[in-house]
């Protein structure tokens, strides 16, 4: 079991090659002309080109993160470009959709270009976490021919079911809203002078004309449909011929694309790396760790696949997780306890399915509205609030099955001594449901009870009943029938000791997270008939130890962060109006903060989300997002403004979706819009 404070990643300054960097334009074949960054080692020699290919602004959003790893990558011996896509950043062409088909044409035209520089040996990697992540899955099923290898981090096969716009069939409020909300301010954002040059006014201009919030593409696809099969690469897993490093963390909420790329995609060309960590570079040593030497792992990956050198990484084992001991519920650790496993595949052998039968007389579950509070960030990104908090308030909104962890051998021995369960892998519940009204949903929890009656969240899962039968069809529920309805939680490491208990937390309400159905009523749960399948994993009969070296990374970018006199206003704060029974949460996402770069550009950024609903009313839901960007160059005099609102409420059959967008040169507002629309609740 680990105990060591998570280690800080050491700053790297002597490497191999001396390096260099410069920015240039890539030519697409219509003319669009994309921004890049370059770093290249000093050699007469070709080199491997890595690819990290994002809509997030290289000269300053990412900027502190690329420094950590795109120097690393120049000082190992290859060309690492990091590319801001068509409409964001510095990059001409106008904004589009998530991975549309011309993002991820321009991502094959950018790849045979850095396949064909003299620099190059034409053979390309692609590395991303989150959008990059993304793309780089979806450029691989596309399979170019210098496309050799990728590492795909906090990223997801499944467009519809595993990204942030629904869950088991269910509209995601709190990301669904929040992402949208986010991507407008990101996009409304204006190239910087200082290396766009003269154009950037008239580039800016012409992007924001052409900006529609992406809310109204997202909520008008309710169920898995085509517009969500494009870009899910688990339409066809036989499309990618690249070698894939699959990257996740049990605190991420993509993790379970590690376990379905391990399991289908050739295991000669691919493998599974699941941490303990949020959705983050496993190296940043952001809670929770504990962090590792990734940078070196990669490197690994690279020297294998790009360059043909034997470094003992595909001997590795295919999954190598990381199994957490239990612990106190908190919002944030520095560092979980629990220890790494290696499983010679997935499904792995080592994995048993282990049933626990519910008890018990029917129970009617009818959650309050404003069960889910106390559930966390949906992306949690290493910060203080971000993790769910003692479920003892949560459970007494849900109907709890308990199962005690013996002290002697779990069912078919399948437990590790001391009578403790561990667990790897996507538990699954079969519930037997008896509904009046022809829609709900149904949220199930597992927690790990200590003694003291604290609850510790291990994972969950969704349904929409009306997606019970396909995500890509609408099946109402037949009023007054009973059903068994059968869903999987997200996947987890996680172990149970002698002395805690098992719980399975049922409710029928999830806010934000799930955004109610209008006439929900709840539902009747019968225990006979009901039960929770665990994948208990046995020990190893002779394990290979897991281990890594210390998390390092090249010397930081030098970005200062002003200290401010203001009071800094909590990350996740939650109010409740006693009288009228309506609840606000108010989040401040904290994706970096106001910082001056050394090049002198002074970036100011805060955004506040708050999710408001009233305990007994489904339809008052309701979502906001605020947010206030100023990009500063005292030396140019330049300062350009941008403040957007987003919300949505609904009604019975809509969604009422409104967004706002103003910018500013210094006091003059160069582009003032609204949009108001409303979308029909189909499946949500």
């Keep these: 079991m680990s105990s060591s404070p998570t280690p800080t990643p050491s700053i790297r300054r002597d490497f191999p090659y001396e390096t260099t960097r410069e920015d240039v334009r890539i030519p697409l074949s219509d003319g669009t002309r994309l921004y890049a960054r370059v770093w290249r080692p000093v050699t007469d020699e070709p080199v491997p080109v890595l690819l990290e290919y994002l809509p997030y602004r290289l000269t300053d959003w990412t900027a502190p993160r690329d420094w950590q790893r795109h120097p690393w990558y120049a000082g190992h011996g290859y060309a690492s470009v990091r590319v801001d896509v068509r409409g964001h950043g510095n990059s001409e062409g106008l904004p589009g959709d998530e991975y549309d088909a011309t993002e991820l044409a321009d991502g094959v035209e950018v790849i045979h270009w850095l396949a064909a520089r003299p620099w190059s040996s034409g053979r390309v990697g692609m590395f991303g976490i989150s959008w990059g992540g993304f793309n780089s899955l979806q450029l691989a099923a596309l399979a170019p021919e210098p496309l050799k290898a990728i590492v795909t981090v906090c990223s997801t096969d499944d467009r519809y079911d595993n990204d942030v716009h629904y869950m088991g069939g269910s509209v995601l409020a709190v990301d669904m809203h929040a992402w949208a909300a986010t991507m407008l301010a990101f996009t409304a954002r204006p190239p910087d002078p ?32 085509a517009y969500w099969r494009h870009g899910s690469v688990c339409e066809d897993y036989g499309a990618i011929q690249a070698a894939v490093l699959a990257v996740g963390g049990w605190h991420d909420p993509y993790r379970d694309t590690v376990l379905r ?117 949906f992306f949690p990104f290493g910060n203080d609030a971000d993790l769910p908090p003692d479920q003892r308030e949560e459970d007494a909104k849900s109907a709890c099955f308990d199962f005690e962890v013996d002290d002697g051998p779990a069912p078919a021995g399948t437990a590790p001594a001391g009578g403790a369960i561990e667990i790897l892998g996507r538990p699954r519940v079969r519930l037997r449901l008896r509904m009046d009204v022809p829609t709900g949903q149904v949220v199930a929890r597992l927690c790990d009870v200590a003694p003291d ?63 109610p159905q209008a006439g929900s009523a709840g539902f009747t749960l019968h225990p006979v008939g009901s039960s929770l399948e665990l994948p208990v ?49 108010e989040v401040d996402p904290r994706y970096g903060g106001s910082r001056v770069y050394p090049d002198g550009l002074e970036f100011t950024e805060d955004a506040l989300e708050t999710y408001t609903i009233q305990e007994d009313d489904p339809l008052s839901a309701r979502t906001r997002s605020d947010w206030t960007i100023r990009l500063h160059r005292p030396e140019l005099g330049w300062d350009a403004r941008v403040r957007t609102r987003s919300e949505i ?7 009422l979706t409104a967004n706002e967008v103003i910018c500013q040169v210094g006091d003059e507002v160069v582009f003032h819009r609204t949009w108001e629309k409303r979308i029909p609740r189909t499946a949500g």
């Excluded at 599974?272 to 040593?285: A, C, F, K, V």
């Excluded at 590792?292 to 990669?298: K, M």
């Excluded at 390092?552 to 109006?577: C, H, I, K, N, Y």
Aim: proline share 12%; with cysteine.
């Design 194 to 225: 200082l290396y766009a040059g003269d154009t950037w006014r008239e580039m800016w201009l012409t992007r924001l004309e052409a900006v529609d919030p992406l809310i109204h593409t997202w909520l008008a696809h309710q169920t898995r449909d």
């Design 261 to 377: 790329l391990v399991e289908r995609l050739d295991p000669g060309r691919v493998r599974g790396l699941i941490g303990p960590w949020s959705h983050q570079y496993p190296d940043r040593g952001l809670p929770p760790g504990p962090a590792i030497g990734f940078l070196q792992e990669t490197l690994r990956w690279w020297d294998q696949h790009l360059r043909g050198v034997d470094t003992g990484i595909m001997d590795e084992p295919p999954l190598r997780s990381w199994i957490s001991a239990s612990h106190p519920p908190k919002t944030s650790y520095p560092e979980l306890p629990g220890r790494w496993v290696g499983d010679p595949g997935w499904p792995s052998p080592n994995v048993a399915t282990v049933p626990y039968a519910f008890r018990g007389e029917p129970v009617t579950v009818d959650s309050p509205h404003h069960t889910g509070l106390d559930a966390g960030r």
């Design 453 to 515: 009656g604290s609850s510790t969240l291990v994972t969950r899962g969704v349904l929409n009943l009306s997606a019970r039968k396909g995500r890509d069809r609408i099946e109402p529920w037949p009023e007054g029938a009973t059903e068994d309805v059968i869903f999987e939680l997200n996947g987890i490491g996680h172990t149970f000791p002698a002395g805690h208990r098992v719980r399975l937390a049922v409710s029928s309400a999830y806010w934000p997270w799930i955004w």
């Design 537 to 585: 994993r046995q020990p190893e009969a002779q394990p290979r130890p897991v281990v890594f070296g210390p998390p390092e990374q090249s010397e930081p970018l030098g970005v200062v962060f002003p200290a401010t006199l203001d009071e800094e206003r909590p990350e996740r704060l939650v109010v409740r109006d006693v009288a009228k029974g309506l609840w606000r949460l």
């Design 649 to 655: 409420s609904c009604d019975a059959t809509g969604f």
